[in-house]
Nanobody, 126 residues
């Protein structure tokens, strides 16, 4: 069993940065895939970034490439999402999630993620 707890959200102006954290309680095996998702009001949940714990390979949604960076600190069982050059359209509730998908082959399919955090709100004003 894994429990995920996000933090680091907040309200910022466009162009600024935020770093989200997700602490995993419980044992994360090296074949876990970790992901960040977001959901804006009235919209479907969408994948933002994934990282495969085993080898650190990452993937990003086109909308955040070059602005967001996903990373992990295995010693702290913590996942991060560094968000730079934030835009109003990045406003959403952000969730971290864990999947057994080897090499994150499931991509951003939310149905493939077994564990979810409670979310942290990010609001970007223009």
């Amino acid at each position: 069993q894994v429990q995920l707890v996000e933090s680091g959200g907040g309200s910022v102006q466009a162009g600024r940065s935020l770093r989200l954290s997700c602490v995993a309680f419980g044992y994360l095996y090296s074949n876990y895939c970790m992901g960040w998702f977001r959901q804006a009001p009235g919209k479907e949940r969408e994948g933002v970034a994934t990282i495969y714990i085993g080898d650190g390979r990452t993937s990003y949604a086109d909308s955040v490439k070059g602005r967001f960076t996903i990373s992990q600190d295995n010693a702290k069982n913590t996942l991060y999402l560094q968000m730079n050059s934030l835009r109003p359209e990045d406003t959403a509730m952000y969730y971290c999630a864990a999947s057994f998908s080897r090499y994150c082959s499931g991509g951003f399919d939310a149905k493939g993620y077994s564990y979810w955090g409670q979310g942290t709100q990010v609001t970007v004003s223009s």
